[in-house]
Every structure is written in structure tokens, then in C-alpha cells.
């Protein structure tokens, strides 16, 4: 294939998204890695900027050889029209040939657009994913260190995220 989108809000990016891009990568000549919610900031559920997500993804893609020439990050608003969404997708972004996603409803959105909808192997699912990520940066608990890329880490601390997801948790 062409192109492959990775969509997703990457409340932070951790290692089972850069396993799904690297994956995407083996299928695609191309990934553009969609940064979903790019409106949402400053909450439990979405506590990162669109711009922090774009940075932190940045960090984490260097690794890979080609990642500039084979890789585009795109922040996405949301819009609450889950019909028209591919659409939307196709207005905002360059032409692509279908989504890797492990999320039910972006595969069916594609597939009923007639665009290749694949799953990828999840990887450590129960234990890198961002809402347990956030709910152990929230609580003040580790282990969510070891779901994140060195350079991710690193810059989450510096940006203060751990705290600032305790703090939206005391303002609840």
C-alpha cells in the first residue's frame, strides 16, 4: 500500500503505538500518524496539548532511519459526526489507502468507506496503554515509566505531566 494513517490521541505516546507505527511501516510506503482530539488539552482523559503530543511523538519516531521521509504527524480536531469522519479525514490529509487501528469503530468507519482496515498485533495492551499510563501518573504510582521511550519520559517530566495530571485529578 500506498499510505497508512495510524490514528490515535497519543495521551502520551508509548511503546505500543510506536510498535503499531513500526508495524505500519511494514505495510505502507508510508504512515501518516494522525494525532486525534488535537482540540483537547488540560483534562484527565486528554491532559497533553496537540503540540506536546506532536513533540513527544517526534522523540519517539527519531529512532527509526526514515522516519521524515516515510512519516507525517497530523493533529486532527475531532468533529462529532462519526459517519462523515473518513471524510473528514480525506478533506484534511493527503490521500491514503486505509488506517492500522486496534480501535472497532475506526475499523469499521474505514472498511464501510471500502479502505483497507488493519488490525495490528497489540503489544503489552493491559500494561502500556494510556489510561492506565495516565491513571498511574495521576495516583502518583510507578510503573508507568517503563511504557515509555526514553526520550518520552524524559520529556513528560519535563513538562510536568505526572503533576498535571494530579492536579486535574484533585480538581475533580
Known sequence: MKRLLVVGRFQPPHLGHLHTIKWA??????????VGSAQESYTLENPMTAGERVHALRLMLE????WCRRLMIAPVPDIAMNKVWVQYLKMLLPPFDGVV?????V?????????????????????????????????????????LHPQVRRY?????????LRRLQEMR
Do not use: Y
Open 63 to 66: 529512532e527509526l532511519d526514515d
Open 156 to 164: 513528560v517530566e519535563e513538562i510536568g505531566l505526572p503533576e498535571r
Open 25 to 34: 511501516l511494514g505495510r505502507a510506503e508510508e504512515v501518516i500518524v494522525v
Open 101 to 105: 487501528s486496534g480501535n472497532e469503530l
Open 107 to 147: 475499523l469499521m468507519l474505514f472498511e464501510d468507506m471500502g479502505l483497507a482496515a488493519l488490525r495490528p498485533p497489540m503489544f503489552r495492551r493491559g500494561e502500556c496503554s494510556g489510561t492506565r499510563i495516565r491513571r498511574l501518573m495521576a495516583s502518583g504510582e510507578s510503573g508507568w515509566e517503563d511504557c
